[in-house]
């Protein structure tokens, strides 16, 4: 079973920053893509960012230039910085792996989310 288990949320004050981190585990046989999603109240859970297998990444337009996603294999760890912090980017931010598994089935796997308030 592949397990995420996200870090990093807080309060943050406009123009702050932070940096969230996912960790996987449970065995795999392979990764498609790495992301990060969030929600806020009253709105549908949407892509922030996500980093597939040959490393390109897409980021939705609203965290272009502020966010930067990246990952770290041996740690099997991917990472959010996010910067330039905005009152409209609060929200519960998940962490989502999409993949095979050791018996070729595949599997898309979310964290329980990590809460960033930004907030004067």
């Known amino acids: 079973q592949v397990q995420l288990v996200e870090s990093g949320g807080g309060l943050v004050q406009p123009g702050g920053s932070l940096r969230l981190s996912c960790a996987r585990s449970g065995s795999i046989f392979s990764i498609n893509a790495m992301g990060w999603y969030r929600q806020a109240p009253g709105k549908q859970r949407e892509l922030v960012a996500q980093?597939?297998?040959?490393?390109?990444?897409n980021y939705a337009e609203s965290v272009k230039g502020r966010f930067t996603i990246s990952r770290d294999s041996a740690k099997n760890t991917v990472y959010l910085q996010m910067n330039s912090l905005k009152p409209e980017d609060t929200a519960v931010y998940y962490c989502?792996?999409?993949?095979?598994?050791?018996?070729?089935?595949?599997?898309?796997?979310w964290g329980q989310g990590t809460q960033v308030t930004v907030s004067s």
């Open positions: 980093i597939r297998t040959g490393g390109s990444t």
């Open positions: 989502n792996v999409d993949g095979q598994l050791p018996t070729r089935f595949p599997f898309s796997s």
